[in-house]
């Protein structure tokens, strides 16, 4: 029974679409304040070492989730049953539920993983001046590696030619970031993104990094948008000019829907910046740090005259 009630707590956080057990702690707290549900009772039961004492913790239960079934049936009710109960509630991808719940070494924050298992088709301004002005259409995806661990692989087309990067996602709180490594020739990028619960269709945050086509690498940030889509999408990545619909269209066609296009393009456009002072990358040139320099470095040398010598210090 232990085991059971831990397995279907771990998939209740993954349809919570909670980053750890705080935050399944949270969840509970805000259906009840004075909640036993707390994070020294949550580590034991989601380790399969206890059960609760306290029935109210299973009302506070059905609470969290919203279901009609009472406190009763969620203390009895099998991984099975419990797992169709929450594919009934939150449209659940029932493969990953069934993976959570057999992996006894699982817990809040690999259910995580498990909910934005997938590709994504992503959206960002392109850094390169040759390419002023246009949006950059790549792909990710997010997956169980061979050695049991999450990985990333982001892939985009580089000078007609396609590069992948690769790197192991962190969930921090709410947050994703995943610190991305492509060729040796090529800066690495890193994504901040906001997580998102089930069924977890669309990741928003930062990408940065450093030019690579360009007179001269330069520090670069921008808007990303990752949209879940259900297959690769890398063999149509490309530079897109953001007019007349264009993200729109792709996106739909993507999904394989018909209707939307141009709702679904004015908000991709509005989460980028487009058509804002904030449009475009933001970028931070050379001959913005050459001016400080030439202020600081003789303060910093003065200052440096002024300091004693290592050997003084240690004769003193």
């Given amino acids: 029974m232990a085991h059971e009630l831990a397995a279907k707590l771990r998939m209740t956080a993954l349809v919570l679409g909670c980053a750890s057990r705080k935050d399944l702690c949270a969840r509970f707290r805000k259906v009840n304040p004075n909640t036993q549900f707390d994070l020294e009772r949550a580590n034991k039961w989601m380790q399969g070492r206890a059960l609760p004492r306290n029935p109210e913790i299973y009302a506070d239960w059905a609470k969290v989730l919203g279901t009609e ?20 509630l939150f449209d659940a991808d029932r493969a990953a539920l069934r993976q959570l719940a057999d992996s006894p070494a699982a817990d809040a924050r690999s259910a995580v993983g498990f909910a934005l ?15 002023r002005g246009h949006v950059i259409r790549a792909a990710l995806e997010i997956r169980r590696a061979a050695r ?12 007609g030619r396609a590069v992948a990067f690769a790197g192991e996602p962190l969930v921090v709180g709410n947050t994703l970031h995943i610190a991305l490594h492509g060729p040796d020739e090529v800066s690495p990028l890193f994504l901040s993104l ?30 990303f948008v990752a949209a879940r889509v259900a297959e690769d999408p890398s063999d149509s990545n490309r530079y897109l000019l953001p007019a007349n619909g264009a993200l729109g269209a792709d996106l739909t ?13 004015r908000r991709l456009c509005a989460v980028l910046g487009a058509g804002t002072e904030s449009e ?10 050459l001016g ?8 910093w040398l003065e200052a440096e005259r002024d300091r004693p010598m290592l050997d003084e210090a240690v004769e003193e």
Avoid: K, M, N
């Avoid at 394989?256 to 709702?263: D, F, L, N, S």
């Fill in 292 to 299: 400080l320099a030439a202020l600081l470095d003789p303060l």
């Fill in 194 to 223: 906001h997580t998102a619960g089930v069924p977890g269709s669309v990741l928003c945050g930062i990408l940065s990094g450093a030019t690579s086509v360009g007179p001269q690498p330069l520090p670069t940030a921008t808007r």
């Fill in 69 to 88: 079934r009472g406190a009763d049936w969620l203390a009895r009710c099998t991984p099975d049953a419990f797992e169709a109960e929450l594919v009934s």
């Fill in 253 to 265: 066609a993507l999904l394989g829907v018909r209707e939307g296009a141009a709702e679904l393009d």
């Fill in 148 to 159: 049991g661990h999450d990985e990333a692989q982001y892939r985009e087309r580089l000078l």
């Fill in 117 to 131: 298992y997938g590709h994504y088709a992503c959206y960002s301004w392109a850094w390169s001046p040759y390419y």
């Fill in 280 to 289: 475009g990358a933001d970028q931070v040139g050379f001959d913005t740090q």
